[in-house]
């Protein structure tokens, strides 16, 4: 039976929606992620940043506090919420948008996104990388952090089915990107990327290849 992606990633919105009250408990019980959080002063975030599917704003202040702006973009008020009452730096705007339809209205010198792309369909991989683009100033920087392959051996992380404290289950996307492979896929899509693992993770920074002007 064909899969409806449209009422897949309803799904999955109305699950993060669900899970905004539990969503930080990982952090707090992760010290590996906590290490890569601060493994971010390492990466070249500058300017005014676009944080694409910001969720709680884990990620929101260690961009606010090295970028002149930051913009973030999250399908979940539930989230939102949360966000803006952990982010108190001035220059950090919140916005409500469902990032398969949204379109930027301006250009960022950072697009950032973690644990996000592993949530993007395979099909919608060309124009996600697209909406990025437009997204990008000249000279500007893609930087991501996602779960790579080695995630797998954990069973929640791999399963495309999420359970919540009250028992309810949801469908989600979920692809743990090989680096090699992935790094071939942005080729063909126009970008050049170095991407990493650190432990579980990959760490990526992209940027589009120059065209050649005939």
């Given at each position: 039976m ?25 952090y707090?019980e992760r010290e590996d ?9 390492d ?5 005014d940043?676009?944080e694409?599917?910001?969720?709680t ?11 002149r702006?930051?913009t973030?973009v999250?399908?979940?008020?539930e ?7 952990r982010?108190?730096a001035?220059?950090v705007?919140?916005?409500q ?13 950072t ?10 369909p ?10 990025v683009?437009?997204?990008l100033a ?17 069973e ?19 692809v ?19 991407i990493r ?5 990959i760490?990526?920074?992209a940027?589009?290849?120059?065209t050649?002007v005939?």
């Amino acid at each position: 039976m064909a899969i409806d992606e449209d009422a897949l990633l309803a799904e999955q919105v109305a699950y993060y929606r669900a899970r905004a009250p539990e969503y930080d408990r990982v952090y707090a019980e992760r010290e590996d992620l906590r290490e890569l959080r601060r493994a971010a002063d390492d990466l070249p975030i500058t300017g005014d940043v676009l944080e694409l599917a910001c969720g709680t704003g884990q990620w929101t202040g260690a961009l606010a506090a090295r970028a002149r702006s930051v913009t973030a973009v999250d399908a979940s008020p539930e989230v939102l919420g949360i966000a803006r009452a952990r982010t108190a730096a001035p220059d950090v705007r919140f916005e409500q948008a469902d990032l398969f339809r949204w379109r930027p209205s301006r250009r960022y010198d950072t697009v950032f996104f973690a644990f996000w792309l592993s949530h993007v369909p395979p099909s919608r991989l060309g124009d996600f990388w697209n909406t990025v683009a437009a997204a990008l100033a000249p000279g500007g920087k893609v930087v991501f952090i996602d779960e790579g392959p080695a995630s797998a051996a954990r069973e929640e992380v791999a399963s495309d089915i999420r359970r919540l404290d009250d028992g309810s289950e949801y469908r989600i996307v979920k692809v743990l990107h090989d680096p090699d492979q992935l790094n071939g896929e942005l080729a063909e899509l126009g970008w050049s990327a170095d991407i990493r693992t650190q432990g579980e993770f990959i760490v990526g920074i992209a940027e589009p290849r120059p065209t050649t002007v005939r």
